[in-house]
């Protein structure tokens, strides 16, 4: 009985991890194609609603799930509604687009966890905190050397930081 306890945690954490690393690489690497085609016509807009989606994705392939069910992968899509503003507000002041990314990982949990009854809305919305201080944390630690040589060097490796956390953070909420 205490053999079959242990090996059940000890799976519950591998997978967690899993989930995590899955999440976390899949909203990393969209952050980057992002921040590195911000200056093309629509692409920014597609990669701002994928953001949303990206942690689903890597939640769906670290389970083996993929493809199963589509609605978590498009209410990230719409949670992430509100990060596109930013984007097309004409004239906007440069803060208002990091300003609409924080919000939108506010309004991004309320919206999963109202479209998807197998995701905790309490949770979602405690690990989308938690991610977004820790991803504040991460780029603070990971790129800080970097800040003063280059003053925009550190935006690809800071958003893919900083995403790639709320992405593992996020995913982790979605999990049992």
């Given at each position: 009985m205490i053999l079959l306890t242990a090996t059940t945690a000890m799976e519950t954490s591998t997978r967690k991890w899993k989930v995590a690393l899955f999440a976390g690489v899949a909203t990393a690497i969209v952050a980057a194609l992002l921040v590195s085609l911000v200056n093309t016509p629509v692409l920014p807009a597609l990669l701002g609603l994928l953001l949303g989606a990206?942690?689903?994705?890597?939640?769906?392939?670290?389970?083996?799930?993929?493809?199963?069910?589509?609605?978590?992968?498009?209410?990230?899509?719409?949670?992430?509604?509100?990060?596109?503003?930013?984007?097309?507000?004409?004239?906007?002041?440069?803060?208002?687009?990091?300003?609409?990314?924080?919000?939108?990982?506010?309004?991004?949990?309320?919206?999963?966890?109202?479209?998807?009854?197998?995701?905790?809305?309490?949770?979602?919305?405690?690990?989308?905190?938690?991610?977004?201080?820790?991803?504040?944390?991460?780029?603070?630690?990971?790129?800080?050397?970097?800040?003063?040589?280059?003053?925009?060097?550190?935006?690809?490796?800071g958003a893919m930081v900083f995403w790639g956390v709320w992405g593992a953070a996020v995913a982790i909420g979605m999990g049992r």
């Amino acid at each position: 009985m205490i053999l079959l306890t242990a090996t059940t945690a000890m799976e519950t954490s591998t997978r967690k991890w899993k989930v995590a690393l899955f999440a976390g690489v899949a909203t990393a690497i969209v952050a980057a194609l992002l921040v590195s085609l911000v200056n093309t016509p629509v692409l920014p807009a597609l990669l701002g609603l994928l953001l949303g989606a990206a942690p689903v994705v890597g939640f769906d392939l670290a389970r083996g799930a993929f493809g199963r069910s589509w609605r978590p992968v498009v209410a990230g899509l719409i949670g992430n509604v509100l990060f596109l503003a930013a984007l097309f507000m004409p004239g906007a002041a440069p803060i208002m687009v990091p300003l609409l990314g924080i919000l939108s990982m506010i309004l991004w949990p309320i919206v999963v966890g109202a479209m998807v009854q197998a995701f905790s809305l309490g949770r979602l919305f405690l690990w989308s905190l938690i991610g977004l201080v820790l991803g504040v944390v991460a780029v603070l630690v990971v790129v800080a050397p970097t800040l003063g040589q280059d003053p925009y060097g550190w935006l690809t490796p800071g958003a893919m930081v900083f995403w790639g956390v709320w992405g593992a953070a996020v995913a982790i909420g979605m999990g049992r």
